[in-house]
């Protein structure tokens, strides 16, 4: 089967091969060097593929120090078995942090993502903060991502009680 790599802006096709599956098409496409800045790969399934040496790609995130996110939480500031607070929030001693950007979802890592994805994919979570990304930080933004990344700490600036809408920042000092 023929695919075709279009730029997302003009249609212009960028890559094409006669290949099995769209993820070999990109992955032969990376491998030769072809500029794929542009590229329209929202259909493209590229988990577990050998990206390897690829330039030029821009991540649908975009995530830096510095930039806000949100994250979900249990009653009492609680997530996967982390007691969170306001201010910084690093791994623990030992943890190494994962950052395999094939990987959604590695782990040990703090995932974030933007508020309504928090609010679709979390919502019967109770609490939802307002963080940033500190100087420093590791940041794992993968490739496969469906709206989330993760950082080796975070800053949480604000919490919110989802239902009310009340900033209930002063009880998590």
């Known amino acids: 089967m023929k695919f ?4 997302r ?13 769209l993820k070999l098409c ?4 990376v491998k030769s060097g072809a500029d ?4 329209n790969l929202s259909r493209a399934n590229l988990s577990r593929a050998d990206l390897y040496g690829a330039k030029n790609m821009v991540k649908m995130m975009g995530v830096e120090v510095g930039n806000f996110y949100w994250k979900r ?6 997530n996967n078995e ?3 607070k306001v201010g910084l929030n690093k791994l623990r001693d030992g943890e190494v942090f994962a950052k395999d950007e094939r990987v959604t979802c590695d782990y040990p890592a703090f995932h974030f993502a ?10 019967s979570r109770p609490l939802e903060a307002k963080i940033r990304i500190p100087e420093g930080a590791k940041i794992n933004e993968p490739w496969t ?8 700490m975070i800053e949480i600036l604000q919490v919110f009680e989802v239902l009310t809408g009340n900033d209930v920042t002063a009880q998590y000092k």
């Open 4 to 7: 075709e790599i279009k730029s």
């Open 9 to 21: 802006w003009d249609s212009k096709i960028l890559f094409e091969l006669e290949i099995g599956s």
């Open 26 to 29: 990109v992955e032969a496409a």
């Open 36 to 39: 794929l800045s542009g590229a």
């Open 73 to 78: 939480f249990e009653v009492g500031l609680c």
């Open 82 to 84: 982390y007691q969170f």
């Open 114 to 123: 933007s508020r309504s994805w928090c609010a679709v994919n979390y919502s």
């Open 145 to 152: 991502t469906d709206g989330k990344a993760s950082a080796d």
